[in-house]
Structure formats: C-alpha cells, structure tokens
Nanobody, 124 residues
Framework: QVQLVETGGGLVQAGDSLRLSCAASERTFNSNAAAWFRQASGKEREFVAAIARVGIKIYYSDSVKGRFTISRDNAKNTLYLQMDSLKPEDTALYYC?????????????????WGQGTQVTVSS
C-alpha cells in the first residue's frame, strides 16, 4: 500500500509560482507512473500532468501546457509539479496519484493510490 503526501500549496497572486511535492512511502513508487490531478470547488476532478516511470514520457493537459512542469526524483521517492504563471482558474485542490503500471494515463480511474490533496488558491 503506497501512501502519498502532498505539500507546497498555498495562496498566491496571479502570475506567481508554486512548487508542489508528493512524497511516496514505498520504493515501488519508482517503478510506476505518477500524475497530478486537481479538483475545483463544485467541479469534477481533472487531469493536470502525468509522467512515466523513467520520466521520459510526459503529458500535460492543454490548460497547463507551457506553464506547469512535472518531474520526479526516484532517489527521493518524490513527485513534483512546478507551476508558473498561475491564473485564478488554477485554483483547486491538487492531488498526486500513482498506479500499478510504468505507463502513464490521463484517466483518474487508472490510478490506484492517491494523496489527500494540497490546496492552491490564486487571487486575481
């Protein structure tokens, strides 16, 4: 059972940057794909970014492409999301997730383990 803990959220102004981190409890995390999702109040959870086991294959949603960067440090069992040029519409609870496969997916239902989420609020 992999436990994931997200940190790094906060209240920022439009145009600012934040870096989210997700620490995994098991080294098996390093063998599998991982992703970030977000859920705004009153909306469904949506895909943000995903990364394969090795980190070569990366995929972003159109809404964050060019502004967000997903990465991982397998030596530290940690997933990151660098968020630049933040917009008010990026306000949401951000979740990291991992699945029992080295291949990434954009579907939330494909992920087996989830963190508790970290809140990101962007003011205009």
């Amino acid at each position: 059972q992999v436990q994931l803990v997200e940190t790094g959220g906060g209240l920022v102004q439009a145009g600012d940057s934040l870096r989210l981190s997700c620490a995994a409890s098991e080294r098996t995390f390093n063998s599998n794909a991982a992703a970030w999702f977000r859920q705004a109040s009153g909306k469904e959870r949506e895909f943000v970014a995903a990364i394969a086991r090795v980190g070569i294959k990366i995929y972003y949603s159109d809404s964050v492409k060019g502004r967000f960067t997903i990465s991982r440090d397998n030596a530290k069992n940690t997933l990151y999301l660098q968020m630049d040029s933040l917009k008010p519409e990026d306000t949401a609870l951000y979740y990291c997730a991992t699945r029992n496969s080295p291949r990434y997916s954009t579907r939330a239902s494909d992920y087996n383990y989830w963190g508790q989420g970290t809140q990101v609020t962007v003011s205009s």
